[in-house]
């Protein structure tokens, strides 16, 4: 089980995350939505490690976060930023090896082969082994950096896995992939935690959404619950239709059109500026 309590960050005089609480526990999907700016990536890091809070906890089965020693807690939990920067010439190989670091002292054994060899056939990425990963399309590099994460935590049962907007890059095939293989970890006994801008595949994979607003959990709840047109636009403030999907029950949400006039806001193109620039003519 994962708790985090009473969760602020600060830079400055600004407060990115606000007395944010929550649990998730193993077997759990969790997507967290909200605006550009309503402090999701902080939180993220912050339920990795990789940052510390300015005040409150996070606890990792019982035990917190900061008392992990940094080997122990890379056996528990793993997370997929939204930039990975690889510079050298490593091979698709290579980076996924890197994945399996906490597991072996001092060279991989057959056991660590056989779950990258498992791990880039479920990624579809296995055609890619041996190009240098610095020559892969941004999509590319996104999912083998996918498949390095679930390395990490591939026979680690009820770990953490947590990602940081991990289809950006990926086109809808792969979206749905990427996704998925998460959805089936979490049937599993892992706990997932995903940063989503995607609604509709939030409504389809998750168990709960949360959504912050201003740094501030605004809402905590099944799809169903969370996902209403007063909801999304509270958030996102975007009109939206949500009609409930009779197969699976699970709400899908229609962004209603917005329709523009270039005049109302490019003062050259309205219509007293093109009248006077043909009398000019």
């Not at 498992?118 to 020559?135: D, F, N, Q, W």
Request: hydrophobic residues 40%.
């Amino acid at each position: 089980m994962l708790t985090a309590t009473a969760l602020n960050y600060k830079i400055g005089k600004y407060c990115l995350l606000r007395d944010v609480s929550f649990q998730i526990q193993p077997g759990e999907f969790l997507a967290i939505l909200g605006a550009n700016g309503a402090g999701k990536s902080t939180l993220i890091n912050i339920l990795s490690g990789e940052k510390k809070p300015s005040s409150g906890n996070v606890w990792l089965f019982n035990k917190e976060l900061n008392e992990y020693l940094p080997h122990e807690l890379a056996k528990k939990r793993t997370i997929l930023q939204q930039h990975n920067s690889v510079q050298l010439s490593f091979s698709v190989e290579e980076v996924l090896l890197m994945g399996r670091y906490p597991h072996f002292k001092h060279r991989p054994g057959k056991f660590d082969f056989i779950v990258i060899e498992e791990t880039m056939e479920v990624c579809g990425i296995a055609h890619l082994a041996k190009r240098s990963y610095p020559s892969l399309s941004g999509g590319e590099q996104q999912r083998v950096q996918y498949a390095r994460i679930l390395c990490q935590i591939w026979d680690q049962p009820k770990s953490l896995l947590l990602m940081d907007e991990p289809v950006a890059a990926l086109d809808p095939q792969y979206q749905q992939q990427t996704m998925a293989i998460a959805k089936a970890f979490s049937t599993r006994g892992f706990m997932v935690i995903a940063v989503l801008h995607e609604i509709n595949l939030a409504a389809q994979y998750a168990d709960r959404i949360l959504m912050l607003k201003g740094g501030r959990k605004w809402l905590d709840g099944t799809p169903i619950e969370v996902l209403t047109p007063a909801h999304i636009y509270a958030i996102f403030n975007t009109d939206v239709d949500v009609m409930i999907n009779k197969q699976t029950l699970k709400p899908i949400v229609i962004p209603k059109q917005l329709d523009l006039d270039v005049g109302g806001f490019n003062s050259l193109l309205s219509p007293i500026s093109v009248e006077n620039t043909e009398a000019l003519t």
